[in-house]
């Protein structure tokens, strides 16, 4: 089947920097969009930052300018560069990919387990 991992998250201190990494492994024909979510403690999953196939991008209004998301087609993989982290950043991070199965040639979402993200002041 297809498997995502994410994987850099840590502990942090208001402005400084963390680089996320996810890496999509298995039944691979193609991966479509590819995306970063979070999930603070009581509150709903969000969207963080998506890229798509050709590399364009989105990101939520409350990291404009202070998160990139980037991936390599060759490896399977997409990250997610924090920087100028604030205490609101603190969450679950989750990645997100649209996948076509080699196997069944079914096109899903697939989600990570998630990487904590905790940012102290």
């Known amino acids: 089947q297809v498997q995502l991992a994410e994987s850099g998250g840590g502990l942090v201190r208001a402005g400084g920097s963390l680089r996320l990494s996810c890496a999509a492994s298995?039944?691979?024909?193609?991966?479509?969009?590819m995306g970063w979510y979070r999930q603070a403690p009581g509150k709903q999953r969000e969207l963080v930052t998506t890229i798509n196939s050709d590399d364009r991008t989105n990101y939520a209004d409350s990291v404009k300018g202070r998160f990139t998301i980037s991936r390599d087609n060759a490896k399977n993989m997409v990250y997610l560069q924090m920087n100028s982290l604030k205490p609101e950043d603190t969450a679950v991070y989750y990645c997100n990919a649209n996948i076509q199965n080699s196997r069944t040639w079914n096109i899903r979402t697939y989600w990570g387990q998630g990487t904590q993200v905790t940012v102290s002041s």
């Open positions: 298995g039944s691979i024909f193609r991966i479509n969009a």
